[in-house]
């Protein structure tokens, strides 16, 4: 995957930012540490609904910006765009129900500390003390 | 059918899709309604259509239609447990035909990954695109290829009864999305497009379904963005009610012309085919299976997609009064497509796909390859100006007049004016 992401860079296909940058976090009462790049993948695409403890996620998205475009990429395979479309048509077809949108870190770092089973994700240097971070298996 | 603007308003129509996004904007509906613990969402689509030479989905010949209008209201809740419960109501007017439908009211629960059971009406799997055909704001695309998801068959989208779905892992081969369903649809009356006769000897007064299942499996493969899928539905046991025609309405042009009236009278005398035969019962058993074979790659902000599909038919026809009795046939047709779009910026995409339709592939009812295929190429050109509004311009080229037998229009110099034509539409949606 890292090699595919120096080729992709390369070739300006991908931001500048990398999902490197990110951490993900999650509510405290999700009771999880860690988590494999195909559950972060699963998660993000609404397949894994809930956490090994049982807890059920809420996953929280960035709407815009460079980071929220590595971290999609990254681990959904998907644009911005096609990921927010991807969504949009589970909803629509009563397959899913959309993610808590989140246009600014400070609200994801605001909905993750409050919201029971909360999964986010945003830049290493904004997370707090109040939400668990969750480490790359 | 609507009634028709005039010529000189037919430029006024499509400022009035624009004048309704100003409209919108004024509102700036939020990405989401939140009414207490409930997520709503919604949509509102509305499409202009003109064509250079017939009727389809609409009085389109040689003028533009206000064709279609579709609103879309959703509402979605999940509970602390994980149970989820949704509900989505569809109200259309397409080609004039009206309908509010509850589009689905489920309770969803997912087990694990591998294992999920939604209970109420889904909507089930049918081939990439067909459980989202109505979600313009997820496509760039105004229209899916109109023979591998033909509007006139959206009352059968959604069934009554239990889906279980499921992602499983394959490791190194990638992984694998799966959904069963089986369910009870909606009977089918007479003005719904789906009831509109492809024989004008019969006029259709009920499609009465019993029920649908079916399956889908898709595979994620290994490569990034690639997946293929398998869709098969059936529908089996439909009986449709239906009568015979007035010999006005069997012999009127078009592409479902019908002499038997004529030929009675001959033998009879004037007037006796309306006298003896119109009106009396033509009592059809019928069986529908659809099958869908699929391909889909995403590359960045390009995605390509091809398709096949298959629709067999076993039609069990009755028609007492011309001592017809279980007079037993087959049908098939076929048809495929390429597709590729791209999502250019965030406001701006474009696609362009190339369809082929055989209604007769096997050649058994004697008509001419024009009647019984079409070659539709089309371009589409996508701008959201905002996230919640997407305007589309869309134009086929077509070469063969099969797709308007689906549409079920009256096209009344369909084997005079020629089998190239033209469909341009403009599509305005927004969505919440």
Not at chain 2, 44 to 73: M, V
């Amino acid at each position: 995957m890292r090699k595919s992401l120096l080729i992709a860079a390369a070739l300006g296909l991908i931001p500048v930012v990398q999902a490197e940058d990110a951490a993900f976090v999650a509510n405290r009462d999700a009771k999880v540490d860690s988590l494999s790049a195909e559950q972060i993948h699963a998660i993000l695409l609404g397949t894994q609904v809930r956490f090994e403890s049982g807890v059920p996620v809420k996953l929280a998205i960035l709407t815009d910006g460079a980071l929220a475009e590595s971290v999609v990429h990254t681990y959904a395979q998907r644009s911005l765009d096609q990921f927010e479309k991807y969504w949009k048509r589970l909803v629509f077809t009563g397959k899913g129900s959309m993610p808590q949108e989140c246009a600014t870190e400070a609200d994801m770092i605001a909905y993750v500390e409050k919201t029971p089973g909360a999964f986010g994700y945003l830049d290493k240097s904004k997370v707090t003390a109040g939400v668990t971070t969750v480490t790359l298996k | 059918m609507i009634s028709q603007p005039s010529l000189s308003m037919k430029f006024g129509m499509s400022f009035g899709l624009v004048f309704i996004g100003f409209v919108g904007f004024a509102v700036r509906p939020a990405r989401a309604v939140d009414v207490g613990e409930l997520a709503i969402h919604g949509s509102l689509s509305l499409s202009e259509s003109e064509s250079n030479a017939y009727n389809f989905y609409g009085n389109t010949a040689d003028r533009f239609d206000f064709n279609q209008k579709e609103l879309t209201l959703n509402g979605g809740h999940q509970f602390a447990n994980g149970l989820r419960a949704s509900a989505q109501l569809y109200a259309y007017n397409l080609d004039g035909f009206s309908q509010l439908a509850l589009d689905f009211a489920s309770l969803d629960y997912s087990f694990a990954p591998w294992l999920g059971v939604r209970l109420g009406r889904n909507k089930f799997a049918n081939g990439l695109y067909g459980d989202g055909q109505d979600l313009d704001q997820v496509r760039i695309f105004a229209n899916l290829p109109a023979a591998t998801y033909p509007r006139s068959l959206r009352p059968i989208t959604s069934a009554d009864g239990i889906s279980v779905y499921g992602t499983a892992s394959a490791h190194w081969a990638g992984s694998f999305d799966y959904s069963a369903f089986f369910g009870r649809i909606d009977d089918i009356p007479s003005n719904a497009l789906a009831a509109r006769s492809a024989d004008s000897l019969t006029i259709i007064d009920e499609l009465r379904p019993k029920f649908l299942d079916g399956a889908g499996l898709y595979w994620n493969l290994p490569v990034d963005g690639l997946r293929l899928g398998i869709t098969t539905v059936q529908v089996p046991d439909v009986t449709v009610d239906a009568h015979l025609a007035t010999e006005a309405f069997a012999t009127r042009p078009g592409l479902s012309y019908n002499a038997t009236p004529l030929l009675i009278d001959h033998l009879y005398g004037a007037g006796a085919w309306d006298h003896a035969f119109a009106g009396q019962p033509a009592p059809t058993k019928a069986d529908y299976y659809f099958h869908i074979a699929s391909i889909e790659y995403t590359l960045g902000s390009w995605i390509f997609a091809a398709e096949y599909h298959t629709l067999n038919r076993s039609v069990t026809a009755n028609i007492p009064a011309l001592n017809v009795v279980n007079s037993f046939t087959m049908q098939r047709q076929h048809d495929y497509y390429f597709m590729a779009n791209w999502q250019a910026t965030k406001q701006i995409g474009a696609g362009a796909y190339y369809q082929f339709e055989s209604t007769d592939p096997d050649r058994t009812t004697g008509l001419p390859g024009s009647v019984t295929t079409s070659r539709d190429l089309a371009g589409v050109l996508a701008y959201s100006p905002f996230s919640w509004w997407v305007l589309k311009v869309e134009f086929h080229r077509i070469d063969g007049l099969a797709l308007l037998t689906a549409a079920g229009d009256y096209n009344p110099n369909a084997l005079t004016r020629g089998r190239m034509w033209n469909y341009l539409t403009f599509k305005s949606t927004f969505s919440f």
